[in-house]
């Protein structure tokens, strides 16, 4: 059993902050463009955790390699996905969102196999393989007229795919030191400056409404700045386990609370999809499951089995 009731309380509250993020990025379209959504989100994340890193005295890089290895981890962690998933839910419901985050282990894999780091696959994480993305395909369902795949729903599994290359990429240029707060807000800063870059191809100027601007704060707030220190000292106190405990919770999370806010159906193909992915997520960790190691820091995010997002 992992921690106490402290430690469960602490990881339904990550869960609930990280998957309710689907919700909120739903709710900031109402109002603003998928760019525009990223650059506020990116803004106030990084400011709140280098409030953080300020309290806890950890200080912002100083080197040039450093920054520029952060320009990479930002584009393909934060700056990218986050605005591929602003696109996709322009057209899919937040909770299939949810669930399409979910594939991030899945394209890791694959990526692993690709670059030879993993080689010890083994039926059960082949199996793991080819039955998570069956469950992608029975929730979009291309086979059917009223299926969902659609140019969104490939932006979801884009933001995926980029969650998978951040990770790999930040494994080997970006290793955790004594500073993890002041990192991903030197990461989240480089995001920010990357959107902005991108604002002119902003296909439709900012139309403000309460409902937008208070979903955009949470989201930036919370489920970007808050949700990383949440994660940092659940993973510092309670180890890696419960981390990826949290990372099976968030389809749950985003499926549920789109149902139940948003009124989006919750169909069995939809929730059959989810279940399948989440069981094809355990078979992939198989082999990660028999050894831990033990880890000390949030570098890498529950992005790794489900991220934020």
């Given amino acids: 059993m992992i921690g106490g009731r402290g430690a469960a309380a602490r990881m339904v509250v990550l869960a609930l902050l990280w998957g309710s993020g689907f919700l909120w990025i739903k709710l900031a379209l109402t109002g603003l463009s998928p760019v525009h959504l990223t650059l506020v989100r990116c803004a106030l994340g990084a400011g709140t955790l280098l409030v953080m890193a300020v309290v806890t005295g950890q200080r912002l890089p100083r080197d040039r390699r450093t920054w520029g290895r952060l320009v990479v981890a930002a584009f393909f962690c934060n700056a990218l996905p986050f605005a591929l998933f602003g696109i996709g839910e322009r057209t899919v419901d937040s909770g299939v969102a949810g669930v399409m985050n979910a594939t991030t282990p899945l394209w890791s894999l694959l990526i692993g196999v690709a670059l030879g780091t993993e080689r010890r696959l083994g039926p059960a994480r082949l199996a793991g393989l080819a039955l998570g993305f069956g469950g992608v395909l029975v929730i979009f369902a291309p086979w059917e007229q009223a299926g969902l795949l659609s140019a969104g729903a490939l932006a979801l599994l884009g933001a995926g795919l980029s969650y998978a290359i951040a990770f790999a990429y930040m494994a080997r240029k970006l290793p955790p030191d004594g500073a993890p707060l002041a990192l991903s807000a030197a990461q989240l800063m480089t995001a920010t400056a990357l959107t902005a870059v991108a604002l002119p191809v902003a296909s439709t100027a900012p139309h403000l409404t309460l409902t937008a601007v208070v979903a955009v704060t949470i989201l930036g707030v919370f ?43 919750l169909s069995p193909r939809v929730v059959g999809g989810m279940v399948i992915v989440l069981a094809a997520v355990g078979l992939t960790r198989w082999r990660a499951r028999r050894v831990q190691e033990p880890v000390k820091s949030a570098a890498n995010s529950p992005g790794e089995l489900a991220t934020p997002r």
């Fill in 223 to 265: 489920g970007t700045g808050i949700t990383f220190y949440l994660n940092y000292r659940l993973i510092a106190d309670e180890g890696p386990t419960a981390a990826a405990t949290v990372g099976y919770l968030l389809p749950v999370v985003s499926v549920g609370l789109g149902a139940l806010v948003l009124g989006e159906p």
